[in-house]
Protein backbone atom coordinates (compact mmCIF):
# COMPACT_ATOMS: atom_id res chain seq x y z
CA UNK A 1 0.00 0.00 0.00
CA UNK A 2 1.35 3.35 -0.90
CA UNK A 3 0.29 6.11 1.45
CA UNK A 4 0.55 9.31 -0.47
CA UNK A 5 -1.59 12.47 -0.89
CA UNK A 6 -3.54 13.55 -4.08
CA UNK A 7 -1.08 17.21 -4.17
CA UNK A 8 -0.92 17.45 -7.86
CA UNK A 9 -4.21 16.23 -9.60
CA UNK A 10 -6.86 18.47 -8.06
CA UNK A 11 -10.26 17.13 -10.00
CA UNK A 12 -8.92 14.30 -12.01
CA UNK A 13 -10.88 11.11 -13.16
CA UNK A 14 -9.71 8.04 -14.48
CA UNK A 15 -12.34 4.94 -15.50
CA UNK A 16 -12.39 1.68 -16.05
CA UNK A 17 -14.41 -0.49 -18.52
CA UNK A 18 -14.80 -3.53 -19.73
CA UNK A 19 -17.38 -6.67 -20.46
CA UNK A 20 -18.84 -7.67 -17.69
CA UNK A 21 -16.86 -10.40 -16.48
CA UNK A 22 -12.99 -8.99 -17.83
CA UNK A 23 -12.17 -8.02 -14.49
CA UNK A 24 -12.77 -4.51 -13.59
CA UNK A 25 -13.89 -4.54 -10.24
CA UNK A 26 -11.03 -6.57 -9.35
CA UNK A 27 -8.74 -4.44 -10.69
CA UNK A 28 -10.48 -1.45 -9.50
CA UNK A 29 -10.75 -2.74 -5.96
CA UNK A 30 -7.38 -3.14 -5.98
CA UNK A 31 -6.02 0.26 -7.19
CA UNK A 32 -8.08 1.33 -3.98
CA UNK A 33 -6.41 -0.69 -2.07
CA UNK A 34 -2.79 0.32 -2.81
CA UNK A 35 -3.58 3.77 -3.40
CA UNK A 36 -5.83 4.62 -0.59
CA UNK A 37 -5.17 8.35 0.04
CA UNK A 38 -5.20 9.47 -3.69
CA UNK A 39 -7.86 7.45 -5.18
CA UNK A 40 -11.76 7.50 -4.40
CA UNK A 41 -14.30 5.26 -5.95
CA UNK A 42 -17.15 6.99 -7.27
CA UNK A 43 -20.41 4.74 -6.00
CA UNK A 44 -22.82 4.37 -9.13
CA UNK A 45 -26.22 4.24 -7.97
CA UNK A 46 -28.50 0.97 -9.61
CA UNK A 47 -31.49 -0.31 -9.36
CA UNK A 48 -30.20 -3.85 -10.00
CA UNK A 49 -30.91 -6.87 -6.71
CA UNK A 50 -28.35 -6.13 -4.41
CA UNK A 51 -25.40 -9.67 -4.01
CA UNK A 52 -24.66 -11.13 -1.12
CA UNK A 53 -21.53 -9.79 -0.21
CA UNK A 54 -22.46 -6.10 -1.72
CA UNK A 55 -23.32 -3.19 0.36
CA UNK A 56 -25.69 -0.49 0.02
CA UNK A 57 -23.55 2.79 0.05
CA UNK A 58 -20.08 0.94 -0.43
CA UNK A 59 -20.51 -0.92 -3.99
CA UNK A 60 -23.41 0.64 -5.08
CA UNK A 61 -26.38 2.91 -4.42
CA UNK A 62 -29.29 0.82 -4.83
CA UNK A 63 -32.42 2.55 -5.58
CA UNK A 64 -36.05 1.66 -6.85
CA UNK A 65 -36.97 2.14 -10.47
CA UNK A 66 -39.26 5.13 -9.46
CA UNK A 67 -36.30 6.71 -7.28
CA UNK A 68 -33.72 6.59 -9.90
CA UNK A 69 -36.04 7.69 -12.82
CA UNK A 70 -37.56 10.75 -10.17
CA UNK A 71 -33.30 11.48 -9.84
CA UNK A 72 -32.73 11.55 -13.61
CA UNK A 73 -35.68 13.84 -13.79
CA UNK A 74 -34.49 16.30 -11.17
CA UNK A 75 -31.12 16.42 -13.44
CA UNK A 76 -28.76 14.50 -10.49
CA UNK A 77 -26.83 12.32 -12.77
CA UNK A 78 -23.35 13.01 -14.71
CA UNK A 79 -24.64 10.17 -16.96
CA UNK A 80 -26.50 7.07 -17.16
CA UNK A 81 -27.65 3.88 -19.00
CA UNK A 82 -30.00 1.20 -19.09
CA UNK A 83 -27.28 -1.08 -19.37
CA UNK A 84 -29.56 -4.30 -19.48
CA UNK A 85 -33.37 -4.31 -19.76
CA UNK A 86 -35.31 -2.49 -16.73
CA UNK A 87 -31.77 -2.24 -15.18
CA UNK A 88 -30.36 0.82 -14.96
CA UNK A 89 -26.72 2.81 -13.81
CA UNK A 90 -25.73 6.05 -13.15
CA UNK A 91 -23.36 8.30 -11.70
CA UNK A 92 -24.42 10.96 -9.28
CA UNK A 93 -23.10 14.60 -9.37
CA UNK A 94 -23.08 14.88 -6.03
CA UNK A 95 -20.82 11.76 -5.89
CA UNK A 96 -18.02 13.29 -8.10
CA UNK A 97 -18.15 16.51 -5.81
CA UNK A 98 -17.84 14.49 -2.49
CA UNK A 99 -14.76 12.70 -3.51
CA UNK A 100 -13.32 15.96 -4.82
CA UNK A 101 -14.12 17.45 -1.67
CA UNK A 102 -12.25 15.00 -0.17
CA UNK A 103 -9.25 15.51 -2.44
CA UNK A 104 -9.29 12.40 -3.97
CA UNK A 105 -8.80 11.34 -7.91
CA UNK A 106 -12.74 9.61 -8.89
CA UNK A 107 -12.33 6.27 -10.09
CA UNK A 108 -15.38 4.92 -11.82
CA UNK A 109 -16.21 1.55 -13.16
CA UNK A 110 -18.67 1.77 -15.51
CA UNK A 111 -20.03 0.57 -18.66
CA UNK A 112 -18.51 0.73 -22.19
CA UNK A 113 -21.17 3.83 -23.41
CA UNK A 114 -21.15 5.58 -19.73
CA UNK A 115 -17.42 5.49 -19.77
CA UNK A 116 -17.55 7.23 -24.12
CA UNK A 117 -19.82 10.06 -21.88
CA UNK A 118 -17.80 10.34 -18.96
CA UNK A 119 -14.66 10.30 -21.36
CA UNK A 120 -16.10 13.09 -23.86
CA UNK A 121 -17.59 15.12 -20.54
CA UNK A 122 -13.75 15.52 -18.61
CA UNK A 123 -11.56 15.05 -21.62
CA UNK A 124 -7.68 15.14 -21.02
CA UNK A 125 -8.67 15.12 -17.13
CA UNK A 126 -10.14 11.79 -17.52
CA UNK A 127 -7.70 8.33 -18.02
CA UNK A 128 -9.94 5.73 -19.71
CA UNK A 129 -8.53 2.51 -19.02
CA UNK A 130 -10.66 -0.54 -21.31
CA UNK A 131 -9.91 -3.51 -19.55
CA UNK A 132 -10.22 -6.86 -22.30
CA UNK A 133 -10.06 -10.69 -21.17
CA UNK A 134 -7.71 -13.01 -23.13
CA UNK A 135 -9.91 -14.61 -25.04
CA UNK A 136 -14.06 -15.06 -25.39
CA UNK A 137 -14.07 -18.21 -23.68
CA UNK A 138 -12.09 -16.92 -20.52
CA UNK A 139 -14.75 -14.13 -19.80
CA UNK A 140 -17.60 -16.79 -20.12
CA UNK A 141 -15.67 -19.42 -17.90
CA UNK A 142 -14.94 -16.26 -15.16
CA UNK A 143 -18.12 -15.40 -15.26
CA UNK A 144 -19.74 -18.58 -14.55
CA UNK A 145 -16.92 -18.95 -12.00
CA UNK A 146 -18.29 -15.74 -10.11
CA UNK A 147 -21.58 -17.62 -9.35
CA UNK A 148 -23.80 -14.42 -8.92
CA UNK A 149 -25.75 -14.18 -11.76
CA UNK A 150 -28.86 -16.20 -12.49
CA UNK A 151 -29.14 -18.26 -15.85
CA UNK A 152 -30.87 -15.24 -17.64
CA UNK A 153 -28.57 -12.57 -16.29
CA UNK A 154 -25.53 -14.36 -17.52
CA UNK A 155 -27.39 -14.71 -21.14
CA UNK A 156 -28.08 -11.34 -21.06
CA UNK A 157 -24.71 -10.52 -20.02
CA UNK A 158 -22.64 -12.65 -22.44
CA UNK A 159 -25.18 -11.49 -25.45
CA UNK A 160 -23.82 -8.11 -24.38
CA UNK A 161 -19.75 -8.76 -24.85
CA UNK A 162 -19.48 -8.44 -28.81
CA UNK A 163 -21.02 -4.99 -29.08
CA UNK A 164 -18.79 -3.92 -25.58
CA UNK A 165 -15.76 -4.95 -27.25
CA UNK A 166 -16.02 -3.31 -30.16
CA UNK A 167 -15.32 -0.10 -28.16
CA UNK A 168 -11.67 -1.55 -27.43
CA UNK A 169 -10.04 0.56 -29.46
CA UNK A 170 -11.84 4.17 -28.36
CA UNK A 171 -9.93 4.17 -24.94
CA UNK A 172 -7.23 5.59 -24.14
CA UNK A 173 -5.49 2.42 -22.73
CA UNK A 174 -6.05 -1.26 -23.19
CA UNK A 175 -4.89 -3.49 -20.03
CA UNK A 176 -5.36 -7.15 -21.13
CA UNK A 177 -6.20 -9.11 -17.93
CA UNK A 178 -5.02 -12.36 -18.11
CA UNK A 179 -2.68 -13.16 -15.41
CA UNK A 180 -3.93 -11.52 -12.36
CA UNK A 181 -0.41 -10.18 -10.53
CA UNK A 182 1.06 -9.01 -14.52
CA UNK A 183 -2.54 -7.09 -14.83
CA UNK A 184 -1.99 -5.51 -11.35
CA UNK A 185 1.12 -4.70 -12.25
CA UNK A 186 0.50 -2.89 -15.20
CA UNK A 187 -2.77 -1.32 -13.99
CA UNK A 188 -0.29 0.75 -10.89
CA UNK A 189 2.22 1.83 -14.10
CA UNK A 190 -1.05 3.28 -15.55
CA UNK A 191 -1.74 4.99 -12.51
CA UNK A 192 1.93 6.35 -11.57
CA UNK A 193 2.06 7.82 -15.05
CA UNK A 194 -1.23 9.18 -15.75
CA UNK A 195 -1.61 10.91 -11.62
CA UNK A 196 3.02 11.52 -12.12
CA UNK A 197 3.40 9.54 -8.22
CA UNK A 198 7.39 9.21 -9.00
CA UNK A 199 7.94 12.69 -10.03
CA UNK A 200 9.88 14.67 -7.68
CA UNK A 201 7.31 17.45 -5.45
P1 LIG B 1 -16.21 -7.34 -13.78
O1 LIG B 1 -16.20 -6.38 -12.63
O2 LIG B 1 -15.55 -6.78 -14.99
O3 LIG B 1 -17.57 -7.89 -14.08
P2 LIG B 1 -14.80 -9.14 -11.93
O4 LIG B 1 -13.68 -8.29 -11.42
O5 LIG B 1 -15.96 -9.39 -11.04
O6 LIG B 1 -15.31 -8.59 -13.37
O7 LIG B 1 -14.15 -10.53 -12.40
C1 LIG B 1 -14.95 -11.62 -12.82
C2 LIG B 1 -14.47 -12.91 -12.13
O8 LIG B 1 -13.19 -13.27 -12.65
C3 LIG B 1 -14.29 -12.76 -10.61
O9 LIG B 1 -14.71 -13.95 -9.98
C4 LIG B 1 -12.78 -12.54 -10.45
O10 LIG B 1 -12.32 -13.02 -9.19
C5 LIG B 1 -12.22 -13.34 -11.61
N1 LIG B 1 -10.97 -12.79 -12.18
C6 LIG B 1 -10.70 -11.50 -12.47
N2 LIG B 1 -9.47 -11.38 -13.04
C7 LIG B 1 -8.96 -12.62 -13.13
C8 LIG B 1 -7.72 -13.17 -13.63
N3 LIG B 1 -6.76 -12.41 -14.18
N4 LIG B 1 -7.54 -14.50 -13.56
C9 LIG B 1 -8.51 -15.31 -13.05
N5 LIG B 1 -9.69 -14.87 -12.54
C10 LIG B 1 -9.92 -13.55 -12.58
P1 LIG C 1 -22.67 -5.10 -12.39
O1 LIG C 1 -24.15 -5.37 -12.36
O2 LIG C 1 -21.88 -6.31 -12.86
O3 LIG C 1 -22.14 -4.52 -11.10
O4 LIG C 1 -22.43 -3.97 -13.49
C1 LIG C 1 -22.96 -4.12 -14.79
C2 LIG C 1 -22.38 -3.07 -15.70
O5 LIG C 1 -22.85 -1.76 -15.31
C3 LIG C 1 -20.86 -3.01 -15.65
O6 LIG C 1 -20.37 -2.85 -16.98
C4 LIG C 1 -20.59 -1.79 -14.81
O7 LIG C 1 -19.33 -1.23 -15.08
C5 LIG C 1 -21.72 -0.90 -15.27
N1 LIG C 1 -21.93 0.26 -14.39
C6 LIG C 1 -21.74 0.34 -13.06
N2 LIG C 1 -21.99 1.57 -12.63
C7 LIG C 1 -22.33 2.31 -13.71
C8 LIG C 1 -22.69 3.69 -13.90
O8 LIG C 1 -22.72 4.51 -12.98
N3 LIG C 1 -23.00 4.07 -15.15
C9 LIG C 1 -22.97 3.22 -16.20
N4 LIG C 1 -23.25 3.71 -17.40
N5 LIG C 1 -22.63 1.92 -16.07
C10 LIG C 1 -22.32 1.48 -14.83
Known amino acids: MRR ?8 K ?25 ILGFSVSATTREKRPNERGGKDYYFLSKEDFKKKIEAGEFVEWEEVYKDQ ?20 FDIDVKGARNIKDFYGDNCLAVFI ?21 SFKKRIARVKKEMEYRDTFDKVLINDFLPETFREAEKIVENFLCLNEEE
Open 88 to 107: FYGTLKSEIERLWKKGKVVV
Open 132 to 152: APPSFEVLEQRLKKRGTESQI
Open 4 to 11: RKNKKNPM
Open 13 to 37: TMLFTAPSGAGKTTVVQHLLEEYPD
